[in-house]
């Protein structure tokens, strides 16, 4: 057993919005530079929908993730080396612009500079990325709020085998919100897409990251991530993706979009997991088993044999304890109502999501059932306007049986607690038919409605005595915040807990230990900047 950490989070589909202040939050900090445009970090998606880019999820035509061989060991889904070396230069897997949509911003200078008199003077639509004059026709969130729009909705990968039960009618339409970021996953295809090396897991907390110096902007890190959450900038040539915000998670912060999330939905805490048993999960042969296989890879912390050994291995003492805290493992092992986001593509993610229940509540009201009757409020989950099949599709590989137990105690919870705000007399039986006690609906309900901030965000610091380690390992493995005076992923060494490193304006500087530097990120593209390739013989 080889105990290893992982900062995970969990998602209350329930609770969110829609309102993308995650989203914007996440552009401003990370993602506000030239090359970065079209760069959504964190997007919300409204489902059904085609998502962003347009049907990441269609691995049939963007081979992202993993697959089995007949031998039912792990390959690419797009290819070994052999295909890389031959798709070197035309990658046939890489999403368009048009798939992402042409970034825009307007001409309001057309607007200040009109004359006075002028009538109805307007900005026009103009390239973010040329300059040009453009007609808008996709975008990041193109059909946010649609509610499942006949136009577009019904091009949603998940809905495939579905059409004859989800008919994108006015009086059946639905729709919920999907954020997404970066899953940091287990085992990143991404990771091992890459030709050169420069994508990385962090040993000491799972986060996955890009070392600026070593990409070379081959880009089949962007075709492997089936998520499509790793992007290229098309201005410093170098392929850019969510850091989990690790300077604020390194001062036991929250991430950016947990700390400005307006509806409360987020999770962050450490779980505790086998490395060991990583491979035999992802290698699992039955997709529809690779949600519980993913399960018996995390460790339970509160188990003497597992703190131990975590001990033993170099796993501070507050990294256990934040462990046993996590509201993570809470919500996706102990309570077991959050799942994986495509189980299927066999990285085993590390952002799971807790799946809507609230239209359940419109079909109880239309139907006349009487919501303190769990058995009639169970009875009504099958005819839930969001079909069961389709959040299987999403979150456990077609498998509906999970799905619905997640379903049935969200239920339970409210019928519990509703009996027990309205003093109402509360079925006995209700906890154990959903496989909890009522102890387990009570820490639910704590944990999902009334959460205070330090109960959502359990977030050890990172130790003083490892800095010698980590920095031994960033001194390889560069991704820090700096590059052209704004917040991004440049190349100038690790930054420290304390705060950022000051920008280097200079195309080249020096660094503490006399060595020099070149800055990739305030490169122009003249020349040959000096350690781009390895040295001959290397």
Not at 91 to 107: A, C, E, F, R, V
Not at 378 to 386: V, Y
Not at 454 to 473: C, K, N, S, T
Request: with cysteine.
């Amino acid at each position: 057993m080889r105990v290893m950490a992982q900062v995970a989070m969990v998602m209350n589909l329930d609770k969110c919005i829609g309102c993308h202040t995650c989203s914007v939050t996440c552009k401003q900090t990370w993602t506000n530079r030239p090359g970065t445009e079209y760069v959504y970090f964190n997007n919300v998606e409204t489902k059904p929908g085609v998502g962003y880019p347009a049907r990441y999820e269609d691995q049939e035509t963007w081979r992202g993730g993993w697959s089995l061989d007949r031998k039912g060991r792990l390959r690419l889904k797009a290819g070994g080396r052999v295909r890389k070396l031959l798709t070197l230069f035309a990658n046939p897997d890489l999403p368009s612009i048009d798939d992402y949509g042409d970034p825009w911003t307007y001409d309001y200078q057309t607007v200040i500079d009109a004359p006075a008199g002028t009538l109805n003077p307007s900005a026009h639509a103009i390239s973010a990325l040329t300059g040009r004059d453009m007609r808008p026709a996709w975008g990041s969130n193109w059909d946010d709020d649609l509610a499942g729009g006949p136009q577009i909705a019904t091009h949603d990968p998940n809905l495939s085998g579905l059409q004859d039960r989800v008919r994108m009618e006015f009086e059946q339409v639905f729709m919920f919100y999907l954020p997404r970021i970066c899953e940091h996953c287990l085992n990143p295809s991404c990771v091992a897409s890459c030709p050169s090396g420069a994508m990385y897991k962090r040993t000491e907390d799972g986060i996955v990251l890009v070392d600026q110096d070593r990409c070379r902007g081959w880009r089949f890190c962007v075709s492997g991530c089936p998520y499509k959450k790793v992007y290229f900038n098309h201005r410093t040539g170098k392929a850019e993706k969510c850091t989990f915000c690790f300077p604020r998670i390194e001062a036991g912060l929250s991430t950016i979009c947990s700390e400005t999330c307006v509806g409360r939905l987020r999770y962050l805490g450490l779980v505790l997991y086998d490395a060991d048993a990583v491979l035999p999960a992802a290698a699992t042969p039955d997709p529809r088993d690779l949600y519980q296989a993913q399960l018996s890879v995390f460790l339970d912390p509160t188990d003497p044999t597992v703190q131990a050994e975590a001990t033993r291995q170099g796993i501070p003492a507050d990294w256990i304890d934040a462990a046993v805290r996590s509201p993570v493992y809470a919500l996706a092992v102990r309570h077991k109502v959050a799942l994986p986001l495509h189980p299927e593509y066999r990285t085993l993610p590390m952002v799971w999501y807790i799946p809507p229940l609230s239209p359940v509540a419109d079909v109880v009201h239309a139907a006349g059932y009487d919501p303190a009757d769990p058995d009639r409020v169970f009875a009504t989950i099958d005819a839930m306007r969001i079909p069961m099949e389709y959040l299987a599709n999403l979150f456990t590989a077609g498998d509906v049986e999970p799905i619905r137990a997640v379903l049935r105690k969200l239920t339970a919870i409210r019928a519990t607690m509703r009996a027990e705000q309205l003093g109402l007399p509360a079925d006995p039986d209700l906890p154990a038919s959903v496989n909890a006690s009522p102890d387990d609906l009570a820490d639910l309900y704590r944990l999902l409605a009334i959460g205070k901030y330090h109960e959502r965000y359990i977030i050890p610091m990172a130790h003083a005595e490892d800095a010698g380690r980590l920095a031994a390992q960033h001194e390889q493995l560069f991704c820090s915040l700096d590059g052209e005076g704004k917040p991004g992923m440049g190349g100038h060494g690790p930054p420290t807990v304390a705060g950022f490193h000051p920008t280097q304006s200079g195309r080249t500087f020096r660094t503490d230990d006399g060595r020099t530097r070149f800055n990739l990120l305030g490169w122009n593209g003249d020349g040959t900047p000096p350690h781009l390739y390895p040295a001959r013989g290397a």
